[in-house]
Nanobody
Framework: EVQLVESGGGLVQAGGSLRLSCAAS????????IGWFRQAPGKEREGVSCISSSDGSTLYADSVKGRFTISSDNAKNTVYLQMNSLKPEDTAVYYC????????????????????WGQGTQVTVSS
């Protein structure tokens, strides 16, 4: 059974940091790209960042470039999202998702339809 479990969300003041984790199981981790997405109340879900588990290449949304860093620990089947300099507009439920890449060593666009999704973790940034 495929599982993606997010953790690390919480309440933080503006300017603070959080590190989200996405623990994956039930599939061959390095055959997938893992992405982070977020959805704020009343807004559409948006892609935040993704990483190719096969070669570590990454992609970021413009809104988080320079503040967020995605990384992967393939030995632990876990992807992290380090979020620094958080802003109130970063408040959202954050989801991780997995996309089978079929051996392609590329990072998929953030608007790609992913195969598997986690349940999400709430991030709230107070002003």
């Amino acid at each position: 059974e495929v599982q993606l479990v997010e953790s690390g969300g919480g309440l933080v003041q503006a300017g603070g940091s959080l590190r989200l984790s996405c623990a994956a199981s039930g599939f061959t981790f390095d055959e997938y790209a893992i992405g982070w997405f977020r959805q704020a109340p009343g807004k559409e879900r948006e892609g935040v960042s993704c990483i190719s588990s096969s070669d570590g290449s990454t992609l970021y949304a413009d809104s988080v470039k320079g503040r967020f860093t995605i990384s992967s620990d393939n030995a632990k089947n876990t992807v992290y999202l380090q979020m620094n300099s958080l802003k109130p507009e970063d408040t959202a439920v954050y989801y991780c998702a997995a996309l089978l890449m079929g051996g392609l060593r590329v990072v998929p666009p953030l608007d790609t339809k992913y195969d598997y999704w986690g349940q999400g973790t709430q991030v709230t940034v107070s002003s």
